[in-house]
């Protein structure tokens, strides 16, 4: 590590760049208001700041490359300033350790996930507010919705995923202290909380389960609308289904990843459930609300995937009529299981079965989006339409966007509007007298 910051008497300015899942911008946005709390000002532009902070990702090799590409470049900054610091952290700063600084020699400090109480070392300032419940709670780009981490770690071990090896095991939040972030932020204006963990819905905390906490979360004034990720499939309980389906405030919406549509395939990704598994959990929710929103992840490509189970996939995408799904094609992460699989399909077929799996979710999306026309829906504004300064764009519980006809200040404002139209796959609304 390289010398610390020195404290001066005037403000100092921070900009921090983040990449990659909800958790990294929580973290992002957490480490930015106990800055602020120490009298940093934030800084939109990164050739104003006094330290610059690259909060990294490692799940995908993509994620690595784009984050390493923007700290080179950083090194134009760093020399025509002469005092400017900069910092990486997250889950690749874990993952590469001093590595980073062997390559990247110009970086005066590198922080894991677990490690960000050093920060207070390094700019000479205690960061004894970490847990304050003066501010407690993540700043965020906007005023009316937080994130709220409640679990970090993984236990599950998935054999293409890195999370494990830079996150560490799961560790659960005290349920005291969760619901006294909540409280605060819903204080301040905040009324839609999303609960972020790598297995959210594993939680535990003294005999609470999840189920129980987001019973604890529904109570707390203020708070109207409650979303969480990511879950995990073998997490879902009776008890959590029943609270999902009877409990209005929590949106009607998972991000749920399944991976694969092959039962072989889902055991050599150590994924712990089955398609049928799988498949019950989304009849659960559909059953009792045909437009409950349900978004996953897809590997296209795996390790030692055959033809047969690859159209595995796409019928479970067929049977399972997902809103959206984020689809990759598979890549190796070195130090995963995976990595040392060999790999049977070129790049070229899997960029075959990658882009058939998307022809086909696009379809079932764009059917899904024409479902909402003619019904009435409630949406959270969050902000004027880029193409028209009298359009906003809001979302709707099952979160799909919508586009409805408003002027003025609207940021966090729910409103009823009716469904008019489907343009690409976004609805169009009217809002209602």
């Known amino acids: 590590m390289h010398s610390p910051l020195l404290l001066v008497l005037y403000p100092l300015n921070y900009h921090i760049i983040s990449y990659g899942c909800q958790m990294n911008e929580y973290d992002s946005a957490r480490l930015a208001a106990l800055l602020e709390l120490q009298g940093w000002l934030p800084v939109e532009n990164a050739e104003k700041a006094d330290m610059i902070l690259v909060n990294t990702c490692s799940v995908r090799a993509k994620a690595e490359e784009n984050a390493i590409a923007r700290i080179r470049d950083l090194k134009k900054l760093k020399v025509e300033s002469g005092e400017l610091r900069v910092g990486v952290l997250g889950c690749m700063a874990k993952n590469r350790g001093e590595s980073l600084l062997k390559d990247l020699p110009f970086i005066d400090f590198i922080l894991g996930p677990d490690e960000y109480h050093k920060l207070s070392e390094i700019i000479h300032s205690p960061l004894s507010t970490l847990h304050s419940p003066l501010n407690p709670f993540a700043k965020l780009a906007n005023n009316y919705s937080a994130f709220v981490a409640i679990q ?201 079965r990658l882009q058939k799996t998307i022809d086909l979710q696009h379809a079932i999306t764009l059917e899904r989006a024409r479902l909402m026309v003619g019904r009435t829906e409630k949406i959270l504004l969050e902000k004027p339409s880029r193409r028209n300064p009298n359009e906003w764009v809001g979302k709707t519980g099952n979160f799909k966007k919508v586009i409805v006809d408003y002027s003025g200040s609207a940021a966090g404002t729910y409103v009823n509007c009716t469904i008019e139209a489907v343009k690409g796959h976004t609805l169009c609304g009217k809002i209602n007298d």
């Open 152 to 352: 970090s770690g993984c236990n599950m071990r998935c054999s293409y995923c890195i999370v494990p090896y830079v996150r560490g095991r799961e560790r659960y939040r005290e349920a005291e202290s969760i619901l006294r972030e909540i409280e605060v932020a819903a204080a301040q204006g905040v009324s839609e909380v999303t609960l972020l963990g790598q297995t959210v819905n594993g939680y535990r905390y003294k005999g609470l389960s999840f189920a129980g906490l987001l019973r604890m979360v529904a109570d707390v004034k203020g708070i109207e609308r409650i979303r969480f990720m990511s879950p995990h499939p073998k997490h879902y309980t009776g008890e959590l289904l029943e609270i999902l389906l009877c409990e209005t405030k929590i949106a009607p919406h998972v991000h749920l990843p399944v991976q694969s549509g092959s039962n072989s395939i889902l055991k050599k990704m150590k994924r712990q459930y089955s398609r049928e598994n799988y498949l019950s959990i989304v009849e659960a929710l559909r059953s009792f609300n045909p437009l409950y929103g349900i978004t996953t992840d897809i590997i296209c490509g795996y390790p030692g995937e055959t033809e047969e189970e690859f159209e595995e996939t796409l019928s479970l995408l067929r049977e399972a009529q997902f809103d959206s799904a984020f689809m990759f094609a598979y890549s190796p992460r070195e130090g995963t299981p995976s990595a040392l699989e060999e790999e049977l399909i070129t790049e070229d077929e899997k960029k075959a």
